[in-house]
T-cell receptor, first 113, second 111 residues
Framework: DTGVSQNPRHKITKRGQNVTFRCDPISEHNRLYWYRQTLGQGPEFLTYFQNEAQLEKSRLLSDRFSAERPKGSFSTLEIQRTEQGDSAMYLC???????????FGQGTRLTVV | GDSVTQMEGPVTLSEEAFLTINCTYTATGYPSLFWYVQYPGEGLQLLLKATKADDKGSNKGFEATYRKETTSFHLEKGSVQVSDSAVYFCALVTNDYKLSFGAGTTVTVRA
């Protein structure tokens, strides 16, 4: 068990560019989550997958954001036409049960300049 | 909606001091409660949890008791070490999956 893996760890991009992050959950975890954390705040829920199905999207997830989980394994989070306000830590997490054992990755820190 | 309010930091302590971080919650259902810890340069780690009223979660010398009457889940440790320096997050889940976090409390322990 190698834990939840996220790539890249850091990303600096120019405003208006597209970025894509990858998350590899713990194997056999059928649930996968994306959260966003800004400086001085706790993580905020973005979206949730049960296997390959995306079951909930937060209002925080604007139309510029899209997440996928093909085949119910790894997931990608894409941000189109990035804005400075998108600068944050993007956290991926996975679990097998009803949120009682949710394991987080180390996150991808996005800086939009 | 569901929310968590935790004590603002930063908190600075000397080694072997007693640590308390207050956490209160608002929830429509019967939440499960958690404390997560984030050490410098690392990801969030589950520290302890409690799933029903009066349950006590404990780990690494930390304890927290689920108090339904006061809607609280305060974190305590009797004797902190320098290695306990981290950011601590209180969180809850009421539905099947979505965690709601507090803003986090930064704790620094000095030798």
């Amino acid at each position: 068990d190698t834990g939840v893996s996220q790539n890249p760890r850091h990303k600096i991009t120019k405003r208006g560019q597209n970025v894509t992050f990858r998350c590899d959950p713990i194997s056999e975890h059928n649930r996968l989550y994306w959260y966003r954390q800004t400086l001085g705040q706790g993580p905020e829920f973005l979206t949730y997958f049960q296997n390959e199905a995306q079951l909930e999207k937060s209002r925080l997830l604007s139309d510029r954001f899209s997440a996928e989980r093909p085949k119910g394994s790894f997931s990608t989070l894409e941000i189109q036409r990035t804005e400075q306000g998108d600068s944050a830590m993007y956290l991926c997490a996975s679990s097998t049960d009803r949120g009682l054992g949710t394991f987080f990755g180390q996150g991808t820190r996005l800086t939009v300049v | 909606g569901d929310s968590v309010t935790q004590m603002e930091g930063p908190v600075t302590l000397s080694e072997e001091a007693f640590l308390t971080i207050n956490c209160t919650y608002t929830a429509t259902g019967y939440p499960s409660l958690f404390w997560y810890v984030q050490y410098p340069g690392e990801g969030l780690q589950l520290l302890l949890k409690a799933t029903k009223a009066d349950d006590k979660g404990s780990n690494k010398g930390f304890e927290a008791t689920y108090r339904k009457e006061t809607t609280s889940f305060h974190l305590e440790k009797g004797s902190v070490q320098v290695s306990d320096s981290a950011v601590y997050f209180c969180a809850l889940v009421t539905n099947d999956y979505k965690l709601s976090f507090g803003a986090g409390t930064t704790v620094t322990v000095r030798a």
